[in-house]
C-alpha cells in the first residue's frame, strides 16, 4: 500500500510527463524493501520507464538556477566539482518544502545508508582495512566540503545561507543521496532520475539513454538477454561493482556477486623463495591461473642452462606445484584470519537496495 507521500510522487510523475506503464512501484520485495514490479512482461531493449528531462536533478540544471547559478561562478574554487553543486542545491529545495518542484520526490528519498554509517565494531567485521579506512575517508571528505563550502558562503552572503538551517545533517543527506543514486556515466552532467533510481541492483544487464532524436527523454530498458516476466521484482544494475563498491557507495552487498573478488595480502614472512612482483593477489571468478601466478612469479631464480627438455619441462612442473601447495597454504591461513567473522544479519545478507 502506497503512503501519501508515494500516491503524491507518482501524481507528479504522470502530471509531468513521466511514462513507466509496466511497472507498479512501491510495492514489499521477497526480502522486505521497496522495489517495483512488472505488470505485464517486459522485453528485451523495451523502455521500462521514461523520464523527461525537466525532472532530472542535474548538475547543469543546478548551474542554471537564478539564486545559486551566480554563487556557483562566482566560487568556482569551492565548487569545482558536481557533489557540493548538488548537494547545496538539494539543501535548499529540502528547505523550501511544498514550495520546491522537487519537494514530492525529495520527499520519498530515503535516508542513505552505508558503511560509513557503521560503528567500529561493525566495521571491525568487515576484516578489510582498506574499506575501513574509504569509509573513514568518505566521511571526513563530507565534513570537508560542508565546512569549506559554508565558511564561503558565511564570507560573502551573509544572512542568506544560515547554518541554522542550512546544516551539515541536511548537507550530509543531499551528499550522500548524489553518490547512492545518481546517474551519469551515458549522459552529458550528473543527475539524479527520480523513479529510475527507485529500482533494487542486481546483475542484470540494463542500459539507458538520453535525449534520443531530441526526444528530451531519460530511458531505462533492460539489454543483452534481460527482461522481465509478469509479477516478478524489476532491477537496475548499477554495475560491475564488487561488494567493496557496493557496500561504499550504497550500504548493500550481494552474496552471490559474480564481480566480487578477493585481495589477500603477502607480506615479506609469506613471501618463502618466491620472487614476488606484486604484494597482493586478487582473485575474482574470472582469475587464471596465469593470472595469480605468472610465468615471472613462477621463474627458477637460479635457472640451470644445463637442464635438457624433457628435465626444464620436469622441472617447470615441479616449480608449479610447489607454488601452487604455497598460495594453498597462503589462503588457508587468510581465511583462519577471517575465522572470527560473523555474518552481518544487515546489511549484507537481505539488502540489495533500499530505494
Known amino acids: 500500500m502506497a503512503s501519501p507521500d508515494e500516491l503524491r510522487f507518482l501524481q507528479w510523475l504522470q502530471d509531468n510527463g513521466a511514462t513507466f506503464p509496466k511497472l507498479q512501484w512501491p510495492v514489499a520485495t521477497p526480502n522486505g524493501l521497496r522495489g517495483a ?7 528485451t531493449n523495451e523502455p521500462m520507464l521514461s523520464i523527461p528531462r525537466h525532472l532530472l536533478i542535474s548538475e547543469e540544471m543546478c548551474w542554471q538556477d537564478p539564486q ?3 554563487v556557483f561562478r562566482s566560487n568556482r574554487d569551492v565548487f ?15 528547505l523550501l518544502e511544498q514550495r520546491s518542484f522537487f519537494h514530492p520526490y525529495l520527499a520519498i528519498l530515503p535516508s542513505p545508508e552505508s558503511v560509513q554509517d557503521w560503528t567500529h565494531d561493525e566495521l571491525r567485521e568487515l576484516h578489510d582495512e582498506r574499506l575501513v579506512g574509504a569509509a573513514v575517508r568518505r566521511s571526513s ?14 564570507e560573502k552572503y551573509a544572512g542568506e545561507f544560515p ?3 542550512y546544516t551539515f545533517e541536511k548537507f550530509k543527506f543531499a551528499w550522500k543521496t548524489i553518490q547512492a543514486r545518481t546517474f551519469g556515466r551515458r549522459l552529458p552532467w550528473t543527475a539524479l532520475v527520480p523513479l529510475a533510481d527507485c529500482l533494487n541492483h542486481n546483475t542484470v544487464a540494463t542500459k539507458y539513454d538520453f535525449d534520443v532524436n531530441g526526444s528530451g527523454l531519460f530511458r531505462l530498458y533492460p539489454s543483452a538477454t534481460t527482461s522481465f516476466a509478469k509479477d516478478s521484482e524489476v532491477f537496475n544494475s548499477y554495475g560491475r561493482r564488487s561488494n567493496f563498491q557496493l557496500l561504499l557507495d550504497y550500504g548493500f552487498a550481494l552474496t552471490d556477486n559474480e564481480w566480487d573478488y578477493v585481495d589477500v595480502e603477502i607480506g615479506k614472512d609469506r613471501a618463502g623463495p618466491w620472487r614476488l612482483m606484486k604484494q597482493v593477489i586478487r582473485i575474482d ?15 627458477d631464480t637460479t635457472p640451470n642452462g644445463n637442464q635438457n627438455e624433457a628435465a626444464a619441462a620436469c622441472t617447470e612442473v615441479s616449480t608449479l606445484c610447489d607454488a601452487l601447495q604455497w598460495l594453498r597454504g597462503i589462503l588457508t591461513e ?7 567473522c560473523r555474518t552481518r544479519p544487515t546489511p549484507t545478507d537481505t539488502t540489495r537496495g533500499c530505494f
Not at 37 to 43: F, H, K, L, R, S
Request: glycine share 4%; charged share 25%.
Open 334 to 340: 587468510t581465511i583462519a584470519e577471517w575465522g572470527g
Open 37 to 43: 514490479v512488472a505488470t505485464e512482461d517486459i522485453a
Open 163 to 165: 547554518e541554522t538551517l
Open 285 to 299: 571468478r574470472q582469475s587464471s591461473l596465469e593470472e595469480i601466478l605468472p610465468p615471472n612469479f613462477l621463474a
Open 68 to 70: 545559486l547559478g551566480p
Open 141 to 154: 571528505e563530507i565534513n570537508i566540503y560542508y565546512r569549506r563550502v559554508m565558511t564561503r558562503l558565511q
Open 80 to 94: 569545482t566539482r558536481d557533489d557540493p553543486v548538488m548537494a547545496l542545491f538539494i539543501v535548499r529545495e529540502l
